[in-house]
């Protein structure tokens, strides 16, 4: 039975074989992926990957900093500020932008 540190996903099981023969399992630590924009799925400009440095440094300060790149913020602003002024449907916007925009018009 592995230790209940190495029980957790946050560690990469691999299977080696010892001199003796034997298969041993190894566990190594998995590294920090870059964060990414949750509407086109690209790499998020501006953010530090270590929880070591402060949280205004891992993060922008602006409106879904750290969690939508600049482009799509864009449009989630003006999705929102056209289904405001009529001129635009909810239905009409994609779901993967839809609840950015429903969060943007209900604040």
């Known amino acids: 039975m592995p230790k209940p540190m190495h029980r957790s996903r946050s560690f990469r099981k691999s299977e080696k074989k010892s001199p003796k023969g034997r298969h041993v399992v190894h566990y190594s630590r998995r ?35 750290g969690v939508l790149c600049s482009n799509c913020t864009g449009n989630v602003i003006k999705f929102a500020s056209r289904i405001e002024n009529g001129e635009m449907k909810i239905q009409s916007i994609g779901i993967k932008e839809r609840a950015f925009v429903l969060q943007m018009i209900s604040h």
Do not use: D
């Open 31 to 65: 590294s920090n992926s870059l964060p990414h924009c949750a509407i086109c799925s690209t790499e998020l400009n501006g953010i530090a990957i270590s929880a070591s440095k402060g949280k205004t440094s891992r993060s922008n300060s602006r409106k879904f900093g």
